[in-house]
């Protein structure tokens, strides 16, 4: 769970804000001065976030593995390295849409199950420098991984999913590696992996 602190202890203040781009996301500028280690006040200064919203993942876990995904993803398309990245399940959290119910939705769209019981891990954020996306984690026993599809997505999404099973030292490999580069994966199945150690 995440630790908060009551409104009347945030020592910030935010002077102005506005959204200068509002299309898939938002990205809103804002002035604003937060309280320094010395305990003053610092000067305004301009920031910039980006409001994606918050995000979930799924550990699917079969008896003899995990399964992840391989898909497109375009930002990470530069020179040397493969576009085509290994993730856990996941996906954006609807308005009005509770994480969980997110988190089965994201489970049956990519690798075509649907579970009963999906259990939270943790809550974090993916890059607090520029976005506002927290990442819910959770995980689900799969009794029967012989439903899982070969290809999942969402064809209207142009997804385009290549679902794989793989063991926990296979996973290891490949974040050591370099096989597995996306952040939220590698965190998600590390603290998996240090949660639940063999």
């Not at 609807?94 to 994201?106: N, Q, S």
Request: proline letters at 4%; a negative charge; one cysteine or more.
């Amino acid at each position: 769970m995440i630790k908060t602190i009551k409104d009347e202890k945030l020592l910030y203040h935010l002077k102005d804000k506005k959204i200068i781009f509002n299309e898939f996301f938002k990205i809103e500028k804002a002035t604003v001065s937060w309280q320094r280690s010395s305990g003053k006040m610092g000067r305004s200064v301009t920031r910039y976030v980006i409001r994606r919203g918050d995000s979930v993942g799924i550990i699917p876990i079969c008896p003899d593995g995990i399964i992840l995904v391989r898909q497109f993803r375009y930002p990470a398309a530069r020179e040397g390295v493969d576009p085509y990245l290994w993730e856990i399940p996941a996906g954006m959290v609807d308005k009005g849409e509770k994480p969980e119910v997110t988190a089965k939705r994201e489970l049956k769209e990519e690798i075509g199950v649907i579970s009963s019981k999906i259990i939270p891990l943790i809550s974090f954020f993916l890059s607090p420098g520029a976005l506002d996306e927290m990442f819910h984690l959770y995980y689900t026993r799969l009794s029967d991984c012989g439903e899982i599809v070969q290809v999942g997505g969402v064809e209207e999404e142009e997804e385009d999913l290549e679902v794989k099973k793989f063991d926990r030292s296979q996973i290891i490999e490949m974040i050591q590696n370099g096989e597995i580069i996306d952040s939220k994966t590698i965190a998600s199945l590390m603290y998996y992996f240090l949660k639940f150690s063999e």
